[in-house]
């Protein structure tokens, strides 16, 4: 009955062990186009050259000073543009063997000299604005920043875990991007210790208690500081502070990303230390249990909820969840009266109104009308209703609870695009 | 709107409800209720439950076919619906207008189950009761009213009912029965009323889809079934029950409105 409310398939493997092991070396990584909704790149290295590790391998055709940089240091393999001349993926294959790039000591004790810093390491796609979910402007003032230290599953890694003994970078890196904003720090985290405590006046802890969707940004920000149109506060992820902390304090670029390795095909389920865009075919090739009835594997970069089925780690993601995929259906295994009764449809089945819809969501917003909304692509009322304060992640679960089955993430992208090009 | 649908390894981590489970827990809901209706009015009740599941099946099987669609079994439900409430006697050709109606212009003209603005059952017994006149509904007995508490928990339990809605609507009818007959007429509101409230009243579709919209919502049926009985002493008619749920389910879009915009005002006030 359980599981009929809330209408999530309970997770019953095993959670993952928090311990942090070195991964696989992998060979190849990848800048993805699907973590970067509406952006075209203007490429800054072609097919076959040398890049090292922190050189900028393209930039923000409509933000040239936002620039993107190769995690390793290799050769770019192959560049693959998708439609309207979007990226789809970069490829980089790294060599081991080549020279670190030297530290560059770095000042970051102004505004202007963090901000700078940030554009031209490539930090700044860490940062993520709301409302709309996207790259901020390189000149953008945010009103707050948010910190992201809370897990949004079970499955995904315990950030206390991973920060351990980056603590001080952790705090480095809050200190320099508290910078960016004249507004508060909110270090949103789990109930326990504050890990940002004695890092300033304006640099807060929040706590929120272990529920579903309490470790999504929107979460704190729908309680902390609620925006729209006029009001922006930017996000950012734990691992990605730390990484700027270290950038300050040492000048190394840290690329590196623990991740955790979940689900019921994976032979243990524990945290892994890689590289942002790992091939995740390479990363895994030891770590897959045989599918029950010889099903192929489906990986998933992300949560089961909000992630994709990837062949790379998603830059935003910090979990590998191993599924089975759908054994493949011969084309004789429905027939006559049957293949009426399971036509396949690829419209969204209705909406029916359950109680399991309104617990879906944690935002203070009528459901149904707001769903309703976004089926019919409804963006003025989609904004009334307060879609502004949401991205893709927000209404991951109202997507698996929903009678119709439909992909409101999508849905929701498609409306917020909308209302950006009107802003 | 195409290609919509979630990813298909998202799709089959769902486990929640989908349009063919929410038929499936109505029809177990409704199990206990049509056999109470079989064992009290004997094989002529047979007749109409014959007559109305097969003039439901090819109805969904038209508009099935013409749009494309897989065959839903929703309407089931409303032919079931139907048959508690009519009563053994009526001919068989005025139930299949009757049911033909209700179940075209209340549910399938609108895409089928989810997108109508009525609930199709009481669409069907308005259309029979409006259109023949003289049609008394089979008022419902003691045994009749605890058959139904069982699909009541389950359909409470699955959240296929708003509890709110249900709330709202019994403590108005209790009230008004408080007041025209005093305490000891309560049982017999309750007996009487249960069933359509449960099953046409408590309609997800049909009803208000918004919190604050669920309590006028229930409210507002409340008050309707008080309005329309024209039953004489504390028992509530069926045909109250049935048009209270038509005319508040053309109301529901407005209480929703209202409701809309109180939430957005609210917002406003808290962003300042």
């Known amino acids: 009955m359980l599981i009929v409310l809330s209408g999530l398939k309970i997770d019953h493997t095993r959670l993952p062990e928090q311990r942090v092991e070195e991964g696989v070396a992998v060979t190849q990584v990848a800048l993805i186009g699907a973590d970067l909704p509406g952006l075209r790149p203007k490429l800054l290295c072609e097919q076959g050259e040398r890049v090292t590790r922190g050189q900028a391998v393209f930039h923000d055709r409509a933000n040239p000073d936002v620039v993107f940089v190769s995690p390793v240091s290799g050769v770019v393999d192959s560049i693959t543009l998708g439609p309207r001349r979007s990226l789809s993926a970069l490829v980089i294959r790294s060599e081991p063997d080549q020279p670190e790039p030297d530290p560059t000591a770095i000042a970051m004790t102004s505004a202007k000299e963090v901000r700078e810093t940030l554009l031209a390491m490539g930090f700044w796609p860490a940062f993520l604005t709301r409302p709309y979910g996207r790259i901020p402007a390189p000149d953008a003032v945010p009103e707050a920043i948010f910190v992201t230290v809370t897990p949004d599953n079970p499955h995904a890694p315990d950030p206390r875990v991973v920060l351990e003994g980056q603590r001080d970078a952790f705090a480095a890196g809050l200190k320099a991007i508290a910078l960016l904003t004249s507004g508060k720090v909110h270090v949103c985290q789990t109930p326990g210790a504050d890990i940002a405590a004695g890092c300033g006046d304006r640099i807060r802890g929040a706590f929120f208690p272990d529920a579903p969707s309490s470790g999504l940004s929107g979460t704190h920000i729908h309680r902390l500081h609620p925006v729209d149109k006029d009001r922006s506060v930017w996000s950012i992820g734990y691992q990605d502070v730390a990484a700027i902390g270290k950038l300050v304090e040492t000048g190394v670029h840290d690329f590196s990303r623990i991740v955790a390795l979940a689900g019921p095909r994976a032979v243990q389920p524990r945290l892994l230390r890689t590289v942002a865009g790992a091939n995740l075919q390479e990363l895994i090739r030891e770590e897959t249990l045989p599918g029950s009835h010889g099903s192929p594997l489906c990986i998933v970069s992300g949560s089961v909820a909000s992630g994709r089925q990837a062949s790379w780690l998603g830059r935003y993601h910090q979990q590998i969840t191993l599924l089975d995929d759908a054994a493949p259906q011969g084309r004789d295994s429905k027939r006559g009266l049957m293949t009426f009764f399971q036509r396949h449809s690829s419209q969204p089945a209705p909406l029916i109104p359950t109680a399991a819809l309104e617990q879906a969501l944690a935002f203070d917003v009528p459901v149904v009308p707001f769903l309703r909304a976004l089926s019919v692509g409804d963006a003025e009322i989609a904004d009334r209703l307060g879609c502004l304060e949401m991205v893709e992640e927000d209404v991951a679960a109202l997507s698996l609870t929903c009678t119709s089955g439909a992909d409101y993430g999508r849905m929701l992208r498609q409306v917020l695009d909308e209302l950006a090009e009107d802003a | ?272």
């Open chain 2, 1 to 272: 709107m195409t290609g919509w649908i979630l990813d298909p390894f998202r799709m089959r981590q769902r486990t929640g409800w989908t349009p063919a489970r929410v038929t499936i827990a109505q029809l177990i809901a409704l199990a206990a209720p049509v056999a109470v209706s079989l064992a009290e009015r004997g094989a002529a009740q047979i007749a109409v439950l014959l007559t109305a599941a097969l003039t439901c099946l090819i109805w969904e099987l038209a508009f099935d076919l013409i749009r494309g669609r897989s065959l839903s079994l929703h309407t089931a439900t409303v032919a079931l619906i139907f048959a508690i409430l009519v009563p053994a006697a009526v001919p068989a050709w005025q139930i299949v207008v009757a049911v033909s109606l209700g179940v075209v212009f209340g549910e399938l003209v609108f895409g089928g189950r989810g997108y109508g603005i009525v609930s199709g059952a009481a669409a069907a017994v308005g259309f029979l009761v409006f259109s023949f006149t003289g049609t008394e509904l089979a008022a419902s007995s003691e045994i009749m009213a605890l058959a139904t508490l069982p699909g009541l928990v389950l359909l409470l339990g699955g959240g296929l009912v708003s509890w709110r809605n249900l709330v709202s609507v019994t403590v108005v009818l209790l009230i008004a029965g408080l007041v025209q007959n005093g305490s000891s007429g309560l049982l017999s509101v309750a007996v009487t009323a249960v069933f359509g409230v449960v099953f046409m009243i408590g309609d997800p579709v049909a009803g208000a889809s918004t919190n604050p919209g669920r309590w006028v919502f229930g409210a507002l049926a409340g008050v309707l079934i008080v309005l329309f009985d024209t039953a004489a002493g504390p028992a509530v008619a069926p045909a109250a029950v049935v048009f209270a749920s038509l005319l508040a389910s053309l109301f529901a879009p407005l209480v929703d409105h209202m409701a809309v915009a109180l939430i957005v005002r609210r917002r406003r006030a808290r962003h300042g």
